[in-house]
């Protein structure tokens, strides 16, 4: 039985290390040019190799610590434009210090820039941020992850993808929370082709825990939702299912399907610094291929979403200036309570070296008003 008295709890703000993030849209990072990025209060540098395969620096030379984003990128190498110093774009390993004469025989090779594991998916360029190594002048050689950066989830080799991203002001913790919160779209996702305030009404959802987070198990999606209504008909299906999971650090992955037809995306909170965070939406779906202007109307209904969420959120940041604590209430915000506790749980497995306890002993019923 769950305590129903309102819980005050507030948001930490620390951002975790150990995981791959979205940094750039795929088409912001080219060949020849040099992109600046941040990721973690980290500043990072991104372009293309000869082979256009990406990579990301830390945008501060281990020399002096000006910006590599100021510099030349030439032949798969980054130059400093202070003093010169080259560093192989992928590895980071230094490759010339011109300074040095003939007779210094420092040992340039063993000299690094901050170097970041790479992947490019779905029409984004990941990062992985790994925990900080010991404090201390320069980089050493980087420790690649042991698992590849997510995927959006695809049932089939002919489908659509599209994707969407917003700034939100806030931290990732509220931009997290606010991303899984159940009872606020009758109130900010209001429109003549979704949903209504009035047409708010009881709901009843399973939920499981799942490796490093937890499930809303699988569904019929909201009966006061015209696009559910609309994808059922065109389906002519028995039936419609929605799963939506959340993982840390901040992913949440949603599967529609209705027979042979299925939605997929994958959203993620991608904090920037600790009061800025960034929402990136990139979906996949294998319906309504052959109608005209279908992804644009798709990106329109997701970009309406997204802006309610964004103003939303900016509205908010006025009263979170004022650090408040948050009152969490069962059962609409279990879900948030839920991923304060994973939190907490993989920092203290982190710091112990233990294996990490999940919040959730087993299947869970809520029920809320949306």
Not at 8 to 32: C, H, I, K
Not at 103 to 125: L, P, T
Not at 158 to 180: E, N, R
Not at 340 to 368: D, I, N, Y
Request: glycine residues 6%; proline residues 7%; aromatic residues 12%.
């Amino acid at each position: 039985m769950f305590d129903e008295s309102p819980q005050r709890q507030t948001p930490d703000a620390l951002m975790l290390r150990g995981f791959w993030y979205r940094a750039l849209a795929s088409e912001r990072v080219r060949r020849n040019r040099l992109e600046r990025a941040m990721l973690l209060d980290i500043p990072l540098v991104l372009g293309r190799d000869p082979q256009s395969k990406p990579f990301a620096l830390q945008d501060a030379c281990p020399h002096r610590g000006m910006p590599l984003s100021c510099g030349h990128f030439e032949g798969g190498q980054v130059e400093c434009s202070y003093h010169g110093w080259r560093f192989d774009a992928q590895s980071g390993q230094c490759q010339l210090i011109p300074s040095l004469t003939a007779d210094q025989k420092m040992k340039v090779d063993r000299i690094y820039a901050g170097s970041y594991a790479c992947e490019e998916q779905d029409g984004f360029v990941w990062v992985f941020v790994p925990e900080p190594g010991p404090a201390g002048a320069g980089f050493t050689r980087r420790a690649d992850p042991t698992a590849g950066a997510p995927l959006v989830s695809k049932f089939g080799d002919k489908y659509k993808l599209a994707y969407l991203t917003s700034d939100l002001p806030c931290s990732v913790d509220h931009g997290i929370i606010g991303l899984m919160d159940p009872a606020h779209g009758p109130f900010v996702h209001q429109a003549w082709w979704w949903r209504s305030r009035d047409s708010i009404h009881e709901k009843q959802k399973a939920f499981e825990p799942i490796s490093m987070g937890f499930r809303m198990s699988a569904h019929t999606p909201s009966s006061n939702s015209a696009p559910y209504k609309l994808l059922k008909l065109y389906a002519d299906a028995d039936s419609i299912t929605t799963t939506i999971d959340f993982t840390l650090p901040n992913m949440r992955w949603e599967t529609v399907r209705a027979g042979k037809y299925w939605f997929s995306s994958l959203t993620t909170v991608t904090p920037i610094t600790r009061r800025h965070c960034r929402i990136d939406v990139v979906a996949a779906w294998n319906f309504f291929r052959w109608v005209p202007f279908g992804t644009e109307l798709l990106k329109f209904v997701f970009a309406k979403f997204v802006e309610q969420d964004r103003k939303t959120m900016e509205e908010q940041s006025e009263g979170l200036k004022h650090n408040p604590h948050l009152m969490l209430i069962d059962d609409a915000d279990r879900p948030a309570k839920w991923y304060f506790q994973l939190k907490q749980a993989h920092l203290e497995a982190r710091r112990s070296g233990g294996e990490m306890k999940h919040p959730m002993e087993g299947p869970v019923t809520l029920r809320w008003r949306s």
